[in-house]
Nanobody, 129 residues
Framework: QVQLVESGGGFVQPGGSLRLSCETS????????IAWFRQAPGKEREGLSC????????YYADSVKGRFTTSRDSVKNIYYLQMNNLKSEDTAMYYC??????????????????????WGQGTQVTVSS
């Protein structure tokens, strides 16, 4: 059973930055995709970014492109979401998700990640003045 643990959430003022971390248990397979999602109260889950361990290819949703950056430390099995210029609408619970079968091309299948992925417990991000 894959385990993912998010951390790094907190309270930040608009315009500020946070870096979220997702620590995973070792995988038994070589290649997989790690994605970041968020869900605000009363709203649907929103896919934000993907990174592939096959080739480090990344994908970003338009809502966060240019502000959020995903990366990984392959030695430590830790995945990051650097969030800059945060806005009040970024307030949500943030989750990392892993799925072996998702491949990043010109897009990333957030639907497949929702349906088949392994999810962490989430970390809360609150952006407010």
């Amino acid at each position: 059973q894959v385990q993912l643990v998010e951390s790094g959430g907190g309270f930040v003022q608009p315009g500020g930055s946070l870096r979220l971390s997702c620590e995973t248990s070792p995988f038994t397979y070589d290649f997989y995709t790690i994605a970041w999602f968020r869900q605000a109260p009363g709203k649907e889950r929103e896919g934000l970014s993907c990174i592939s361990t096959r080739d480090d290819r990344t994908y970003y949703a338009d809502s966060v492109k240019g502000r959020f950056t995903t990366s990984r430390d392959s030695v430590k099995n830790i995945y990051y979401l650097q969030m800059n210029n945060l806005k009040s609408e970024d307030t949500a619970m943030y989750y990392c998700v892993e799925e072996q079968s998702v491949v990043i091309t010109s897009t990333c299948s957030f639907t497949a990640l929702i349906d088949f992925g392994s999810w962490g417990q989430g970390t809360q991000v609150t952006v407010s003045s």
